[in-house]
């Protein structure tokens, strides 16, 4: 069993920033990989950025280059660091712990870019 605990939610204006944390309950290193999926109102659940545990990285395509996903083996948290944020960022982001035997969902935490 992996527990996921997201933070770092918010209100921010365009162009600004955020950054999202996923604490883990067990030793991140042990994890296939981390993502943060998000869901905007009346949208599907999309893929946002994903990381293995070997630090291969990729994003979805209006997301690259602003936001920046990260694992801190040490404090078994991963992060989202998102830069430049647009309206069309405002949505629930979770994160998402893959295991050989289940993927682990957080409970979301409310991103909303609005001036």
């Known amino acids: 069993q992996v ?5 770092g939610g918010g209100l921010v204006q365009p162009g600004g ?3 999202l ?3 883990v309950s067990r030793n991140i290193a042990s994890i296939s990989a981390m993502g943060w999926y998000r869901q905007a ?7 946002v ?3 293995t545990n070997g630090g291969i990285t990729n994003y979805a395509d209006s997301v690259k280059g602003r936001f920046t996903i990260s ?3 040490a404090k078994n948290t991963a992060h989202l660091q998102m830069n430049s944020l647009k309206p069309e960022d405002t949505a629930v ?7 050989p035997w289940k993927d682990y969902w957080g409970q979301g935490t409310q991103v909303t870019v609005s001036s």
């Open 3 to 7: 527990q996921l605990v997201e933070s």
């Open 17 to 19: 920033s955020l950054r």
């Open 21 to 23: 944390s996923c604490a």
């Open 41 to 47: 109102p009346e949208k599907q659940r999309e893929l």
């Open 49 to 51: 950025a994903r990381i």
């Open 71 to 73: 694992t801190d083996n």
């Open 93 to 99: 982001y979770y994160c998402v712990a893959v295991t």
